[in-house]
């Protein structure tokens, strides 16, 4: 990596901001290197904490090309650790301030994988609207499963090939995406992949992102947590102060030696 990163609780998180994030992916989808399979990972305490305990979802991390301070708890982290990220770097900030800066550039290939069919015809209908000098090579809806067979590993990796994309956004449940891409990026011929969950989501509506005020104030949790409290409990109310904790297990033991 050849920018400033901060590692937190052994995961190099970058210390970038959001432009300077959006200026590096943009640099490596615009190059003219032969250089394929960088990937982005959006990290939050939730998913560090799961990471503890699945090795391979700690590789997907640990060798992504960049990894953003995606949660509000990252930022604390900083915070705590004495560390330089100033702010939340999201999967939906950077999908929508890449393909602003590539649509001004032109001529750039897109492919999304992940949701389902009626959703991926909302994205593309949305794209040609708003980046119309995006092409849209391709969508894939694939199985709900938690692990892919086999043979639909091999049929999704054929399809986005065959379409020819720079980019591959990935639209799935972590550690899930994460994990796949970390996989299978080196048979993918793609500049960059995005792990971006529930960004497909956000972007055409389905799901309601908070109110600006709560995003400025690092509680975007807090309306999602009030509509869906049987699926975000857990990563509010466990995992999120147990990464905490952790931190500052972290920094008074070592301010201690």
Known sequence: MNYPCENILGFPITALGQTECINEICSWILSNQNQKGRYLVCANPHSLEIARSDPLFRRSILEADIVTPDGAGIVLASKILKG???GRVTGSDIFREVSRQLNWEGGCRYFFLGSTDDNLSRIRGKMKKDFPKIDIAGTHSPSF???FSEEENKNILETINAAEPDVLWVGMTAPK?????YMHREKLNVRFIGAVGAVFDFYIG???RSHPWF?????????RLLKEPQRLWYRNFISNPKFLLRVAVNRFSSRSQ
Do not use: D, F, M, N
Request: net charge neutral.
């Open 84 to 86: 330089s990220i100033k």
């Open 145 to 147: 499963q938690p692990v």
């Open 177 to 181: 995406q994460e994990k796949w891409i």
């Open 206 to 208: 389905t799901v309601k």
């Open 215 to 223: 995003l400025e104030h690092g509680l975007e949790w807090l309306p």
